[in-house]
């Protein structure tokens, strides 16, 4: 069975700190990881990937992957109210296009 | 920026009626995809399209699907026969494809089954 399992929170964190986000998968032989964003009734929206073990960084975000631990991070620097969401990780598993998705982990930025 | 856009954004329909999900995506985008999510779970892969077949299909995707590219720029996802479990979000998806496995969603068609 292919997993994708993220804590699903609320993560509660003051504007300006920084939130980590985390996901582990149960294919080992995953090579594309994803995150997304999504706001409560509207459509997931990409807002990082990685493809290779290490961070990779745009913006306020980075994207951490270690594939020897099935764990895929996400860290928000400065984080803000508008960030506010639910975020989904995503993986291609299996050698396959198709994206199995975690149930999300629901982020709170209080003012 | 180019974007997915998908038609309705809502529709009802009452149970055993055909529904028929309209989808454009990008055009330059290879493959195409259909994901529902019902509310408060996660998003669940439907089916892949490419080169106009199917090219991986989940469970949930029985006989009461079926998917089509009518034209160079449609991609549809019909329901046969509804069912009230078939109410949920499905969403529209595209990739580029060619080493490019970003997938890039569509708003999304809410579809009420009574």
């Known amino acids: 069975q292919k997993e994708v399992e993220q804590n699903s929170g609320p993560l509660s964190v003051p504007e300006g700190a920084i939130a980590s986000l985390n996901c582990t998968y149960s294919d080992r032989g995953s090579q594309s990881f994803f995150w997304y964003r999504q706001y409560s009734g509207k459509s997931p929206e990409l807002i990082m990937f990685i493809y290779s073990n290490g961070d990779k960084e745009d913006g ?52 | 920026e180019p974007e997915v856009t998908q038609t309705p954004s809502h529709q009802v329909t009452q149970m055993g009626q055909e529904v028929i999900l309209r989808c454009v995506p ?33 469970e949930i995707f029985d006989d009461q699907f079926s998917v089509e590219r009518p034209d160079g720029s449609n991609f549809t996802l019909k329901i046969r026969s509804t069912k009230l479990e078939d109410s949920a979000m499905y969403f529209c998806a595209s ?16 579809l009420t089954v009574t």
């Open chain 2, 95 to 110: 990739t580029p494809g060619l080493a490019a496995y970003e997938q890039y969603f569509g708003p999304g068609t809410r």
């Open chain 1, 60 to 111: 306020r975000f980075t994207a951490q992957l270690n594939k020897a631990s099935q764990y895929v991070s996400l860290l928000i620097r400065d984080s803000q109210p508008s960030d506010s969401a639910t975020y989904l990780c995503a993986v291609n598993m299996g050698g396959y296009s198709t994206l199995t998705f975690g149930k999300g982990t629901m982020l709170l930025v209080s003012p």
């Open chain 2, 26 to 58: 990008i055009s330059n985008h290879l493959y195409f995809y259909w994901y529902r999510q019902i509310l408060g779970q996660k998003v669940e892969f439907l089916v892949s399209f490419y080169n106009n077949e199917i090219s991986e299909k989940s």
